[in-house]
T-cell receptor, first 111, second 113 residues
Framework: GENVEQHPSTLSVQEGDSAVIKCTYS??????FPWYKQELGKRPQLIID?????GEKKDQRIAVTLNKTAKHFSLHITETQPEDSAVYFC??????????FGQGTRLTINP | DAGVIQSPRHEVTEMGQEVTLRCKPI?????LFWYRQTMMRGLELLIY????????DSGMPEDRFSAKMPNASFSTLKIQPSEPRDSAVYFC???????????FGSGTRLTVV
């Protein structure tokens, strides 16, 4: 089955700097890659996603890139703010709807 | 749309007791998922349904766990008997084939003492 590896497990950056989180997946048939943000004590919420026919997608300060050949995708957050502090999960979908999640990255933005 | 609704939000029970978690998916979503989240194991898919039919239950840890979806608007996850190692946050999520990603419920924090 699909396996998703996420790195780093923790990331600390200064406010205003950029943050990058990387994920790799194992099954080349995976076709959809969402990213979720989970604040402490809350539910995971979808923040951005990318499909396998697209190489990059951007939404304001966040962007996701996909390299199908290398089977990895990344989340980029620019001009980080304190409210960006959270746990971020990547995921990969194989077939109809089943998502496999990475282990998560705890992002801390230092003022 | 009220989103995915789970109940209860918190459950504390004694080892050996039966626990039932409930979920109401978003109307029109034909997929429903049960996930368990712990610090050690992250987000684990337990089971998912399509059009009320269980499709993949390979993540259900053992026979003590069972899940049902009697209709399109309701699902339950039952643990009988419960054990301390079942303590976790259990999330329900729903999606549609045309939609993007999942919508998660607020979760049920289960503590078995």
């Amino acid at each position: 089955g699909e396996n998703v590896e996420q790195h780093p497990s923790t990331l600390s950056v200064q406010e205003g700097d950029s943050a990058v989180i990387k994920c790799t997946y194992s099954d080349s048939a995976s076709n959809y890659f969402p990213w979720y943000k989970q604040e402490l004590g809350k539910r995971p919420q979808l923040i951005i996603d990318i499909r396998s026919n697209v190489g990059e997608k951007k939404d304001q300060r966040i962007a996701v890139t996909l390299n199908k050949t290398a089977k990895h995708f990344s989340l980029h957050i620019t001009e980080t703010q304190p409210e960006d502090s959270a746990v971020y999960f990547c995921a990969a979908r194989l077939g109809a709807q089943k998502l496999v999640f990475g282990q998560g990255t705890r992002l801390t933005i230092n003022p | 749309d009220a989103g995915v609704i789970q109940s209860p939000r918190h459950e504390v029970t004694e080892m050996g007791q039966e626990v039932t978690l409930r979920c109401k998916p978003i109307s029109g979503h034909d997929y429903l998922f049960w996930y368990r989240q712990t610090m050690m194991r992250g987000l684990e898919l337990l089971i998912y349904f399509n059009n009320n039919v269980p499709i993949d239950d390979s993540g259900m840890p053992e026979d003590r766990f069972s899940a049902k979806m009697p209709n399109a608007s309701f699902s339950t996850l039952k643990i009988q008997p419960s054990e301390p190692r079942d303590s976790a946050v259990y999330f329900c999520a729903s999606s549609s084939l045309q939609g993007a990603g999942y919508t998660f419920g607020s979760g049920t924090r289960l503590t078995v003492v």
